[in-house]
């Protein structure tokens, strides 16, 4: 498996202000992904964090709203932006790492919960 | 894109009873699937994968089954314990290990 740290774990803020989240992973990884988790609801992709290019955005996430950096092969930071109520949601990086036989998989961090007020 | 969706929302089981969860995927060409675990206030933890290339799989406890035929994968669950208590989820790799996830199962486990 892979030790995914994410940093903050929680955090309440004030609608209008943006928030970064940092992932820290034990070793150097391929691809990086961020997942959103809506309060109850199931985990959506937010974009693959690519590692010396621009992130590529799943349909209906845009840089604007969800900056992410990538600059090296250990590291990337999503920042929420002008957040609203909305944006409260558990926020998800993951990391693929090899399974040997079953190839590569996906493992995830604790996850960096958010609350707007 | 195509969606993964599950059967049933929740699931109640009495203690040391096997646990079957579902989840039915619409996308014919997904060749890789992962069912996670997610404990209150926690990330999800990885328990199992197969690839199409398989039809059932096995680690402790668990066994992931995979039909193709009719686009259906289950989590079995031997002898379930009450730290089994979570919800579940399958995830469907679209390409690029970039997973769908369905909606989850919560599985609560009476003593």
């Known amino acids: 498996s892979a030790v995914i740290s994410q940093k903050p774990s929680r955090d309440i803020c004030q609608r209008g202000t943006s928030l970064t989240i940092q992932c820290q992973v034990d070793?150097?990884?391929?691809?990086m992904f961020w997942y959103r988790q809506q309060p109850g609801q199931s985990l959506t992709l937010i974009a693959t964090?690519?590692?010396?290019?621009?992130?590529?955005?799943e349909s209906g996430f845009v840089i604007d709203k969800f900056p992410i950096s990538r600059p090296n092969l250990t590291f990337s930071t999503l920042t929420v932006s002008n957040m609203s109520p909305e944006d409260s949601s558990i926020y998800l990086c993951s990391v693929d790492r090899w399974q040997g036989a079953s190839g590569n998989t996906i493992y995830f961090g604790e996850g960096s919960w958010l609350t707007v007020v | 894109g195509e969606s993964v969706g599950l059967h049933l929302p929740t699931l109640s089981v009495q203690e040391g009873d096997n646990s079957i969860i579902n989840c039915a995927y619409s996308n014919s060409a997904s060749d890789y699937f992962i069912w996670y675990k997610q404990e209150s206030g926690k990330g999800p933890q990885f328990i199992i994968d197969?690839?199409?290339?398989?039809d059932k799989r096995q680690g402790q406890r668990v066994t992931v089954l995979l039909n193709k035929t009719v686009k259906h994968l289950s989590l079995q669950i031997a002898a379930t314990q009450p730290g089994d208590s979570a919800v579940y989820f399958c995830?469907?790799?679209?390409?690029?290990?970039?997973?769908?996830f369905g909606s989850g199962t919560k599985l609560n486990v009476k003593p």
């Open positions: 197969i690839r199409s290339n398989m």
């Open positions: 070793s150097q990884v391929t691809m």
């Open positions: 964090a690519n590692q010396g290019s621009e992130a590529t955005y």
């Open positions: 995830a469907e790799n679209m390409g690029f290990n970039k997973f769908y």
